[in-house]
């Protein structure tokens, strides 16, 4: 049976990609409100990938005999106030998530717990190729303009995020 300690750290986690989901969702919904239908459906798609890595975790704890607690979950924001800061939010939260899963890892390595340690390598290579995307395009971001932005780089980097998994 899981650790106490592991057991409330999960659940913070459980409230975590809770957050991030709702994060993805204010994101999608400022991309909206600015006809910014690619970011929209980028923000959406990862909206729901964040509420699937809570279900997972959640299943894992039930799994291993613990207790779910679901927590309310912070207003997220502030909204961005421009592209460069929509992307400039995906990448903090990413690393803040990254952090997070990291001291699960930590714990549960002290802990001895490999049945937990190896379930979090998943997470782990999750979040390597989420802060690597989240990089890449706060990059072209950046490239086609950033502050600066003209309609036309406005046009094609929503294309662009549009057609990006
Ligand atoms: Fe952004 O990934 Fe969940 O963990």
Redesign the pocket.
Known sequence: RISDSLQEALNDQVTL?AY?AQMYLMLACWADENQLDGINSFMMK?SY??RV??AKIIEYIQERGGTVKIEAIPKPGPEPMNIVECFEAVLK??IE?TEA?YRIVNMSFEEKDWATWNFMQW?VT??RE?EKLALSLLDKVKLAGGHQITATGKFEINKLIGNTE
């Open positions: 990609e991030s990862h990938e964040e890595h809570m939260q990413e998530n899963i997470l999750e979040q989420e």
